[in-house]
């Protein structure tokens, strides 16, 4: 150990040259002792890292030049910086300024040869900067184009009022002809918002756009998740060139609900599920019975998951679905536990711990809850493709048809009378179709059909007798009186003509998307171009297939964090707050649009954490082991 008594460490502040023999020194007693013996300081452990540190400012007085690191132009740094200002802006809240500062961050831009940064500078100036770019970039896309469709997305959104009391994100997008979108700006609301409210937004954003009343026919629709049907009903009859839809994707989200409400299956599922749920996360002998088969068959413990008291007046079966999942999942080890002694002895005083050991045993119990988890995991799957997909309004009617198919395979597949569940996707079909759906279906070259002659003509005998007088309703509503009969007159010859057929079969040319796997249009402007090239002698009807065929069906598009909209509730009685939110939105939204990344963080990290999940078919597999036991 060192001596500061002993004459080999001795060190005089006014003698220069006893610094350079400590330097000296106090490596090399350090490298002896290590041969010897582990140094004991007074301390403990953290002596050690001192000693080091004294260590090392004597090194730094013998070489004070610290050997320099990389080396970069001034050209370079910009470069990284704007970068690192791209990515801090785009996370939009997952990551705070104030992390710039975190010392850690500040030694890897040394590391790298990054000068420190500001959380002021990229708060203000550099915010400032970025929110022109994208600014100017959205303003110079819109302006080039003939006419646009606004996409309000938010009024109906379930994810922010459990996180922040009621605050609502509303985000307002503009999808042009040529299949981009455009971000316009976000509303910040709290609690319930009227119907002429979101009225007024809507119709602020379009005279916004458009640069007063004069112009406002650019705007030729709007897609909004289902909000309250009574504001987009208004802004379309008191405009007659706009075409207002509701939600494809809200509507199949709502599907799921009245599925739940209406069909006494799923209330027997859910029944049962909740009392077997619950006897086995509040019982302990149960409970540990279940652990012990649960660690043995699936490598992990947990509890089911039960929907909150609530979910019964909010009608939202996310929950629920989330317990049919758990129980499906250990239906392996429920069949185990029902047969374990312990359960039996249970059974003995608990007439709700019989009962549930005879439902496990009963297939008809796994079966009808399989039927019910298909039937949802079909409509959730299909949500799910719209969602990515983005369809537009022309999809609508094959869509609901596909649906109907996939359904009424469904009932055959889990034995289930057609009747009340057919009644109840009708129910749902009425409640959003709009005449623009037969319209765009029959206008668009890409659901051309090829009669014996060769023809590609319009689908009208996909349409009941009711939308094909949608069709000539909506057609007439949308050009001027002038216009209307000679609009009729050549939808007659375009029912008869049709499309040339090289054309037509050039529009409908389909390629493998190499990410999917999927075969989808090559050209999906086409439809649009067709009709603005080749069948320019149809003017009137025309004008009404490029403003409607390019109709988008759903309003989703960029998703905010979570934790961004947290972080403005913190903050949100400050107007400077409000305002940096507001550009640090529209530089995320700008940037996540440009390159058609609809997702957010939270979602890609779900994704990226999520188990996969095992076999659908699991009963018979159950069943089989369940006898041999």
């Not at 996909?462 to 002038?482: A, F, N």
Request: with cysteine; hydrophobic share 40%; charged share 25%.
């Amino acid at each position: 150990m060192i001596d500061p008594s002993s004459n080999n460490f001795y060190c005089n502040s006014n003698n220069v040259n006893s610094v350079s023999t400590a330097a000296t020194t106090i490596p090399l007693i350090n490298s002896q002792q290590q041969h010897q013996q582990h140094l004991i300081l007074s301390g403990g452990k953290e002596d050690l890292d001192a000693l080091a540190m004294l260590e090392d400012s004597v090194k730094k007085l013998k070489s004070p030049k610290a050997s320099p690191g990389p080396t970069l132009s001034k050209t370079q740094i910009d470069s990284a910086l704007n970068l690192l200002a791209d990515w801090l802006y785009e996370s939009c809240g997952s990551v705070s300024f104030s992390s710039l500062e975190n010392p850690k961050f500040k030694a890897f831009l040394n590391q790298v040869g990054l000068p420190c940064v500001s959380k002021r500078d990229f708060a203000g100036t550099r915010l400032d900067n970025k929110f022109d770019e994208a600014k100017n970039e959205s303003e110079a896309r819109i302006g080039s184009a003939l006419f646009f469709q606004i996409a309000s997305d938010g009024w109906k959104s379930k994810n922010f009022s459990s996180l922040v009391s009621g605050e609502k994100l509303i985000n307002l997008t503009v999808n042009l002809p040529n299949g981009t979108s455009v971000f316009r700006k976000a509303v910040f609301t709290t609690g319930a918002v009227p119907s002429k409210y979101a009225e007024d937004i809507l119709w602020e954003t379009i005279t916004e756009i458009c640069g007063g009343s004069g112009v406002v026919q650019r705007c030729v629709g709007i897609v909004s998740d289902k909000f309250k049907a009574k504001a987009l009903k208004n802004l379309e009859i008191q405009n007659h060139w706009m075409v207002n839809l509701s939600c494809q994707l809200q509507a199949f989200v709502s599907l799921i609900k009245d599925l739940s409400k209406e069909l006494p299956l799923f209330r027997t599922v859910t029944d049962n599920c909740l009392k077997l749920a619950n006897l086995v996360n509040t019982k302990p002998q149960v409970r540990n019975s279940f652990h012990k088969y649960q660690l043995q068959e699936l490598d992990h413990v947990e509890v089911l998951r039960i929907p909150s008291p609530e979910f019964e007046s909010t009608n939202n079966f996310v929950s629920v679905f989330g317990m049919l999942e758990d129980i499906l999942g250990s239906a392996r080890v429920l069949q185990l536990v029902v047969l374990d002694d312990s359960y039996k002895m249970v059974c003995v005083e608990d007439p709700v711990a019989r009962e549930v050991a005879d439902m496990v045993r009963d297939m008809g119990f796994w079966s009808e809850l399989e039927a019910v988890h298909s039937l949802v995991k079909l409509i959730r799957g299909m949500a799910q493709e719209i969602e990515a997909e983005r369809p537009l309004v022309g999809q609508c009617l094959p869509l609901w048809e596909e649906l109907r198919a996939k359904v009424k395979d469904w009932c055959v597949k889990f034995n289930i009378v057609e009747g009340p569940v057919e009644k109840v996707i009708e129910r749902r079909f009425k409640k959003n179709y709009h005449p623009a759906w037969s319209a765009a279906f029959i206008l668009d070259p890409l659901y051309l059909m090829r009669d014996t002659s060769g023809k590609y003509l319009p689908p009208f005998k996909c349409l009941t007798p009711e939308q094909e007088k949608d069709v000539d309703k909506l057609i007439t509503r949308l050009v001027s009186r002038e216009e209307a009969h000679i609009a009729l007159m050549e939808l007659m010859k375009w029912r008869s003509e049709g499309l040339d057929p090289l054309y037509a079969q050039a529009v409908q040319v389909k390629q493998r998307d190499p990410m999917t796997g999927k075969m989808r249009i090559a050209n999906p402007q086409s439809s649009r171009l067709v009709w603005e090239t080749c069948l320019s002698e149809f003017k009137s009807l025309g004008k009404v297939a490029v403003r409607l065929i390019f109709l988008h069906a759903t309003s989703c598009g960029f998703k905010c964090n979570w934790s961004f909209l947290r972080w403005v509730c913190a903050n949100g009685n400050s107007r400077a707050c409000i305002e940096k939110a507001q550009k640090m939105i529209f530089i995320a939204a700008h940037a996540k649009l440009e390159r058609r990344d609809f997702s957010n963080e939270e979602d890609k990290d779900a994704e990226l954490f999520s188990l996969e999940n095992g076999d659908d078919d699991v009963l018979n597999k159950v069943f089989l082991d369940a006898s041999s036991v």
